[in-house]
């Protein structure tokens, strides 16, 4: 069974487009993340859910909109897609002591 | 704020080689430290941590001990392998109650046969 799971795994669309991913995980965890990780590898926190409720909210701008129907589900919608948004999207969770993330395996975003 | 430095990759060595990854970080207070591990195509995954001064975190033939006088966690490991080859992240918690996790810009390590 997959802990978190986030779909589409590929995503390549046109700039201007608006997207989402999808996420979910089954560890009954309370917490949920979304991370954006560029060319170099460089992993930056974007959102943090706890419960439903948004905790972290990184200076990321306001065209990416997260959602969290439920403590086990954290969606990242996109608006009016850019070139700088191709990077790898992370979703992960974690439980309560918050220290230790499970990830997904991540979403390539490739804009055109 | 917190941060956290890693040394810079990639990082190429040959199959039983001794490998260190250095990482120093700033915080204030007493954070917990990590490393984390991204294998091809994958999400990161926990390798080990260590909460207080002086603790060693192990997995896998990998160790860091947690050193508060030179405010460092460098992640060693005796003899790689070529599965070793990933990028590796550094990262820490602060001890105020509701931190996020800050994470190092990765260093990539490949290892050859």
């Known amino acids: 069974d997959t802990a978190v799971s986030q779909t589409p795994k590929y995503l390549v669309t046109q700039m201007g487009n608006d997207k989402s991913i999808k996420c979910e995980q089954n560890?009954?965890?309370?917490?949920m993340y979304w991370y954006k990780q560029d060319s170099k590898k460089f992993l930056k926190i974007m959102f943090s859910?706890?419960?439903?409720?948004?905790?972290i909210n990184e200076t990321v701008p306001n065209r990416f909109s997260p959602k969290s129907p439920d403590k086990a589900h954290l969606n990242l919608h996109i608006n009016s897609l850019e070139l700088g948004d191709s990077a790898v999207y992370f979703c992960?969770?974690?439980?309560?002591?918050?220290?230790?993330?499970?990830f997904g395996s991540g979403t390539q975003l490739s804009v055109l | 704020g917190n941060s956290v430095t890693q040394m810079e990759g990639p990082v190429t060595l040959s199959e039983e080689a001794f490998l260190t990854i250095n990482c120093t970080y700033t915080?204030?207070?007493?954070?917990?430290l990590f490393w984390y591990v991204q294998y091809p195509g994958e999400g990161l995954q926990l390798l080990l941590k260590?909460?207080?001064?002086?603790d060693k975190g192990s997995n896998k033939g990998f160790e860091a001990t947690y050193r508060k006088e030179t405010t460092s966690f460098h992640l060693e490991k005796g003899s790689v392998q070529v599965s070793d080859s990933a990028v590796y992240f550094c990262?820490?918690?602060?001890?105020?109650?509701?931190?996020?996790?800050?994470f190092g810009t990765g260093t990539r390590l490949t290892i050859i046969p």
């Open positions: 992960a969770s974690s439980p309560r002591d918050r220290e230790k993330l499970f």
């Open positions: 560890l009954g965890h309370d917490t």
């Open positions: 859910y706890n419960n439903k409720e948004l905790i």
């Open positions: 915080a204030t207070g007493y954070p917990s």
């Open positions: 260590a909460t207080k001064a002086d």
């Open positions: 990262a820490l918690m602060g001890d105020f109650g509701n931190e996020k996790l800050t």
